[in-house]
């Protein structure tokens, strides 16, 4: 089945940890890498962790990736007031031969 | 760093075709550790991706859209489009192209997108 699964919200408080899930299959985050974005209202998506766990150089830390296998998760950690985003998580997928993008989680920091 | 930066019309009739352009900057499009691809956003929901092209001409296609959608490389003008016929209102959405990073492992199912334009809201309305 050629979706991955994300809860659509999450939250937490300046300081927390915060996970976002994405679930997948075999034919999906199973036999693939995992990437996520990050997009805030209005701009484009950018990319936050790359090839499961990688983070580009300008991303802090703070912020983790995950993957075991048909499931992959997000860990930000120290959650700041400006985490607060929509995150999405991506995988190439065998059967539909292409990208498949989670459905997004939207994160407030309460 | 390079720029991607996409440009067409804002506003396409239903059953016509819509046609965008992404100019790449700071970068070749020939270059052998990236594809380049095309991802939407209706309004207020989740992103899609449409299809991804390599310089060599070589494409993949959303199978939901296959039958619609055309991407074309043009390496002389270091850009590359989008046309998709015909449109229905909900291919209202902003359009983003981006850049694919495959240069750790050179195959179209690895990479990311490390690169996106600004976007472009198109509307399919009479």
């Known amino acids: 089945q050629s979706v991955l699964t994300q809860p659509p919200s999450a939250s937490g408080t300046p300081g927390q940890r915060v996970t976002i899930s994405c679930s997948g299959s075999n034919s999906n985050i199973g036999s693939s890498i995992v990437n996520w974005y990050q997009q805030f209202p209005g701009t484009a998506p950018k990319l936050l962790i790359y090839s499961n766990n990688q983070r580009p150089s300008r991303v802090p830390d703070r912020f983790s990736g995950s993957k075991s296998g048909t499931s992959a998760s997000l860990a930000i950690s120290g959650l700041q007031s400006e985490d607060e985003a929509d995150y999405y998580c991506a995988a190439w997928d065998d059967s539909l031969n292409g990208v498949l993008f989670g459905g997004g989680t939207k994160l407030t920091v309460l | 760093q390079p720029q991607l930066q996409e440009s067409g019309p804002g506003l396409v009739k239903p059953s016509e075709t819509l046609s965008l352009t992404c100019n790449v900057s700071?970068?070749?499009?020939?270059?052998?550790?990236?594809?380049w691809g095309w991802v939407r956003q209706p309004p207020g929901k989740g992103l899609e991706w449409i299809g991804s092209?390599?310089?060599?001409?070589?494409?993949y296609y959303n199978p939901s859209l296959n039958s619609r959608v055309t991407i074309n490389v043009e390496t002389s003008k270091n850009q590359f489009s989008l046309r998709l016929s015909p449109v229905t209102a909900t291919d209202t959405a902003v359009y983003y192209c981006?850049?694919?990073?495959?240069?750790?492992?050179?195959?179209?199912?690895?990479?990311?997108?490390?690169?996106w334009g600004q976007g472009t809201l198109v509307t399919v309305s009479s």
């Open positions: 092209i390599y310089h060599s001409g070589r494409t």
């Open positions: 700071g970068g070749s499009i020939s270059s052998r550790d990236f594809y």
């Open positions: 981006a850049r694919r990073d495959i240069a750790a492992i050179p195959a179209a199912k690895t990479g990311w997108f490390d690169t």
